[in-house]
């Protein structure tokens, strides 16, 4: 989340699904090392936007199942709601090349950007405690 200015602001990034369609998404990963899934959500934006963050509030988990090689692979994803503290917008940092764009987008769009119905879902919770951290 980007406070730079009146309106409030997300970095989403945009990725190609495996039928070469575009789906905007929010950034996430994987915890590497002994990092915690904080440590690891703050990293990942940061490769993947190129936005440095600090943690204002956790927003809930995501889980899903998908299928890689003919194998089901079982993945929940941890959201948090940050606060942009620096960097510049940009895919150049992501390691897995995964990201082939990324914007800010005004939180009241962000529900209409979003590809996929769970992390809308998370976008309103973002909505919903973003007055206790302005």
């Known amino acids: 989340m980007d406070t730079s200015d009146d309106e409030l602001r997300v970095a989403i990034i945009a990725r190609l699904n495996r039928g070469g369609r575009l789906e905007w998404c929010l950034p996430k990963g994987h915890p590497e090392g002994r990092e915690n899934n904080e440590e690891a959500a703050v990293r990942e934006i940061a490769e993947e936007t190129g936005i440095d963050g600090d943690i204002l509030a956790p927003l809930g988990s995501i889980d899903y199942w ?3 090689s003919g194998h089901r692979v079982h993945k929940t994803v941890h959201h948090y709601l940050l606060r942009a503290t620096g960097g510049e917008l940009t895919i150049e940092n992501d390691p897995d090349k995964e990201a082939v764009d990324v914007a800010w ?3 009241h769009e962000l529900a209409r950007k979003l590809s996929f ?3 809308r ?3 309103d919770l973002a909505r919903e405690v973003l007055p206790e951290h302005l």
């Open 66 to 68: 998908f299928t890689v």
């Open 105 to 107: 987008v005004p939180i």
């Open 117 to 119: 119905p769970n992390e």
């Open 121 to 123: 879902r998370i976008a």
